[in-house]
């Protein structure tokens, strides 16, 4: 969706911010107002973070072999 809206540039922007907040032991949105998820200036993806967990999980099941 980022790349559809112009956008792929600030998301990785974003996604720099998030993991250096992250291993700095501090809150992302404290610093980048447009990770906060209660503003409207941040880019809404629908149901992302559900989506990435149910990969993950998927994924992990596949490499452990209990998949079908």
């Not at 600030?10 to 992250?22: C, K, P, Q, S």
């Not at 200036?41 to 490499?63: D, I, Q, W």
């Amino acid at each position: 969706m980022s790349v559809i809206r112009g956008r792929l540039h600030e998301t990785l922007v974003n996604i720099a911010w998030l993991a250096r907040d992250l291993l700095h032991f501090q809150a992302p949105y404290k610093s980048n107002e447009e990770v906060d998820v209660t503003t409207n200036k941040g880019l809404r993806l629908p149901h992302a973070a559900m989506m990435a967990v149910g990969t993950l999980a998927f994924l992990v099941m596949v490499r452990r072999g209990m998949g079908m």
